[in-house]
């Protein structure tokens, strides 16, 4: 998968979260795990 980010904002997120968009994009690399959350209604569907 092909991320693209705005270095600026890139910045900006590792101030704010400590986190970059680099880092945090290794999430897709992998095995996820992704379950309906229906304990309560979110209005998202």
Partial sequence: M???WDDDKDLQ???KHG???K???RIFGGYTLDLLDDRIEHDEL
């Fill in 13 to 15: 997120n590792i101030a």
């Fill in 2 to 4: 092909l991320i693209e």
């Fill in 19 to 21: 986190l970059s968009f």
């Fill in 23 to 25: 880092d945090a994009s």
